[in-house]
């Protein structure tokens, strides 16, 4: 099987085909996650807002994978807490109520805490807003770093058999002699050379139809709406752990979340796209919307001078005939073409029911080759995820990332706890691969930056620039002191003049 795309969904699908028994290779023109599953609001959430929609399948869908992927990936995922202060000019007390009272009841929740009614003028959410906001609801969802989700589902697919090939460009796929021969251009060798698959993926997400059409040569297919999404990040406006989901008066929603300690991160926006010929970036008059919506509820006043980074990607959202491009469904499709060499495409999607995504993929692929082969991917750690090793896990996912942390504090202690969590968030149990006692991390080339974790991202994770490292594989470039940047990026580029980067 050749799956094109390495977002969540292409590296979601090749895992759950490589658990099968399956023989797999993925191809990616870019680094892994590089566009859309990189630039998300990065949260594990039911939607509350598609309830308003009527889009309850897709919010129960979504609302059930939410603690099987906190199970799976306590280290990347965890549970968070999301306020939404109730603004009288906007949607009425009773109709938010009567939508949480559904977000609570429309899926099995074993440990997530309800919704409940908060008091601002007595809550500690309350002290960052403004005064005339008295009364705000409370619910639970899930937070998670995208970019590594997609990262630890090609190190599954890997570590199960898949090939996994980035900057890898299918730049041809035709039916030839009851398969598919398919090209692909290496952008390290600028050579091309011929795969032969027995299917076909497309899961190129916002290039799904341009590569049926232009790459694969098919024609027919549904249609995308593109729709680039932009958040902003601001140095931090509250304390506390809990994040902020603000209602705007064109009736979109804006998250307000905790990030990276020291941050804010803010979004996101809603605007219509017809091509991607460039990389997308924010336009000024994003920023002015989200500055202007966060400062209607905040006393705190953001203004575009205080923005330290932002990130847009484009979301491959299914054509519905919605006006608006913020009431468009974000659920997913999937289309077998059968017609010879069977291939399939992956349209639209959202990262919370990626697995389930891939599951339904594997079972199609499954039907279409005529093998039987048992779903899996459920109750199976993501790589790092099973901290079993190190603690006695418990039924609390986030109880047993505390738990494995104060392990290798005990364990470690001549590092600082801060480093050794920021490792355990990263990588969990994987951290084994560079942290071992008794074999030096090299040096320290930035603050909490060794040669050794450098070595590992290059080395099993794919990470072929600086880039890779400091704003995918994580954000560190949002912490470097001056002129870390330029030791990190002379170290790298000597360092990979020796080394070839292996997977």
């Known amino acids: 099987m050749l799956v094109v795309g390495g977002g969540v969904n292409g ?18 023109k870019d680094d892994l996650a590089a566009h859309t599953s990189s630039s998300s609001t990065k949260l594990i959430h039911g939607g509350l807002r598609y309830l308003e929609h009527r889009e309850f399948a897709l919010v129960r869908k979504a609302l059930a994978e939410r603690e099987v992927l906190l199970r799976v990936a306590p280290h990347i995922m965890w549970p968070m ?10 949607r ?32 500690p959410a309350g002290t960052p807003l403004k005064s005339f906001l008295h009364r705000a609801f409370v619910y639970s969802d899930g937070w998670v770093d995208d970019a590594r989700l997609v990262v630890l589902n090609a190190i599954d697919a890997r570590n199960r058999g898949a090939r996994i090939l980035t900057r890898c460009e299918c730049v041809r796929a035709r039916r030839e002699a009851g398969a598919w021969s398919v090209d692909l251009l290496s952008q390290s060798t600028s050579q091309v050379s011929t795969l032969r698959a027995r299917l076909l993926v497309n899961a190129a997400g916002p290039w799904a139809a341009e590569f049926l059409h232009q790459n694969a040569g098919v024609t027919g297919g549904k249609t995308l709406r593109l729709v ?36 804010t991160l803010i979004g996101t926006t809603d605007v219509e796209i017809q091509t991607l ?71 639209g999607g959202k990262i919370t029911t990626y697995r389930k995504l891939a599951e339904e993929a594997a079972r ?39 738990q494995f942390v104060a392990a290798l504090v005990d364990e470690f202690p001549e590092h600082p706890a801060d480093l050794l969590r920021r490792w355990v968030r990263s990588y969990g149990a994987l951290v084994e691969e560079f942290l071992v006692r008794g074999r030096p991390l090299g040096d320290e080339l930035a603050p909490g930056i060794f040669e050794a974790e450098l070595r590992y991202l290059r080395d099993r994770e794919w990470a072929l620039t600086l880039e890779d490292v400091l704003w995918r594989r994580s954000k560190l470039g ?26």
């Open 277 to 347: 010929t460039a990389p997308v970036q924010i336009d000024p008059d994003e920023i002015e919307y989200l500055c202007n919506q966060v400062n209607r509820y905040f006393e705190a006043q953001i203004r575009p001078a205080d923005v330290v980074w932002s990130y847009s990607g484009v979301r491959p959202l299914l054509e519905d005939e919605a006006s608006d491009a913020s009431s468009v469904t974000r659920d997913y499709q999937l289309e077998m073409d059968a017609n010879g060499p069977a291939m399939l495409t992956v349209w």
């Open 92 to 123: 009425p007390f009773w109709m938010i109520r009567a939508g949480l009272f559904l977000y609570d009841h429309l899926a099995r929740r074993e440990w997530l805490s309800g919704s409940e009614t908060i008091d601002l003028r007595r809550h």
């Open 478 to 503: 949002l912490h470097l002191p001056p002129g870390a940047a330029e030791r990190l990026s002379q170290w790298w580029d000597a360092e990979n003049q020796r080394t070839v980067p292996g997977s």
């Open 364 to 402: 199609l692929i499954c039907d279409q080759l005529g093998v039987d082969r048992p779903d899996w991917t459920s109750g199976q750690a993501l790589p790092g995820g099973d901290f079993s090793k190190w603690v006695k896990t418990t039924d609390r996912p986030d109880q047993d990332f505390e």
């Open 228 to 263: 680039k999404g932009s958040h902003i990040v601001v140095p931090r406006l509250f304390d506390h752990d809990h994040a902020y989901l603000l209602q705007a008066p064109d009736r979109r929603v804006i998250f307000v979340i905790p990030y990276e300690q020291r941050f």
């Open 81 to 90: 807490r999301f306020v939404m202060p109730h603004e009288p000019s906007m």
């Open 11 to 28: 590296a979601g699908i090749a895992r759950d085909l490589a658990g099968r028994g399956l023989s797999v290779v993925l191809a990616e």
